[in-house]
Nanobody, 120 residues
Framework: QVQLVESGGGLVQAGGSLRLSCAASGHILKINVMGWYRQAPGKERELVATITSDGSTNYADSVKGRFAISRDNAKNTVYLQMSSLKPEDTAVYYC??????????????WGQGTLVTVSS
């Protein structure tokens, strides 16, 4: 059994910053791509950013230049540094990955989400 646990959400004023963390736990052998997604009220879940195990990154156009994704492979943790936050960034942020354990490959694992609220 593996799981992803996010932390770091909260309330911040527009223009402020937050750092989200997502830690994977369990008997993990390998994690390739790790990603952050978000879902705003009344909207579909959307991709925010992804990062491969060798550090290659991809961002949604809406967050380029403001958000930075990084990871610590030794800790099986991915981070999302969010700066210059806007009210439209308000959403529940989810971590996602495929995780290979000793006995199984877990596809499309999601965390429970962490709420980010940006006030104007």
């Amino acid at each position: 059994q593996v799981q992803l646990v996010e932390s770091g959400g909260g309330l911040v004023q527009a223009g402020g910053s937050l750092r989200l963390s997502c830690a994977a736990s369990g008997h993990i052998l390998k994690i390739n791509v790790m990603g952050w997604y978000r879902q705003a009220p009344g909207k579909e879940r959307e991709l925010v950013a992804t990062i491969t195990s060798d550090g290659s990154t991809n961002y949604a156009d809406s967050v380029k230049g403001r958000f930075a994704i990084s990871r610590d492979n030794a800790k099986n943790t991915v981070y999302l540094q969010m700066s210059s936050l806007k009210p439209e960034d308000t959403a529940v942020y989810y971590c996602n990955s495929d995780i290979s354990s000793i006995s199984w490959v877990y596809l499309d694992v999601w965390g429970q989400g962490t709420l980010v609220t940006v006030s104007s």
